[in-house]
């Protein structure tokens, strides 16, 4: 049990250092690290109220995922309440992003 959960802590840092390495290639390409989020439909900026992507879709391409970020739509208010990328996301998960001795659960519902 021990080795397993070791294996596991393993798997999650290399998670984190694939993160950290996905940041800066992408500063590397663009000059800039991904925004947090982004409000990607008019007006732009702090009184905006619509969501857009966060930074995790910002990374696919980065975390070996080229391929799912290619099918999303982005703009037009692509973050949360968006319809137009849920059939093309659901049921996906990337590795990366989640640390394999999380509590938490694989998938969480808007509410």
Known sequence: ?????????????????????ALHNHHDVYGYFPPATSQD???FGPAASNW????????????EADSLYRSLV?????????TANGAVLS??????????????PERTTGG
């Open 1 to 21: 049990q021990q080795a397993r959960e070791s294996a596991r802590r393993t798997q999650c840092k290399n998670n984190l250092k694939q993160i950290g390495l």
């Open 41 to 43: 439909q008019a007006p």
């Open 52 to 63: 857009g992507a966060s930074w995790m879709v910002y990374l696919l391409p980065y975390v």
């Open 74 to 82: 982005i703009g037009g208010g692509t973050g949360y309440g968006n």
């Open 91 to 104: 049921g996906k998960k990337i590795p990366a992003y989640r640390c394999p001795s999380s509590p938490l």
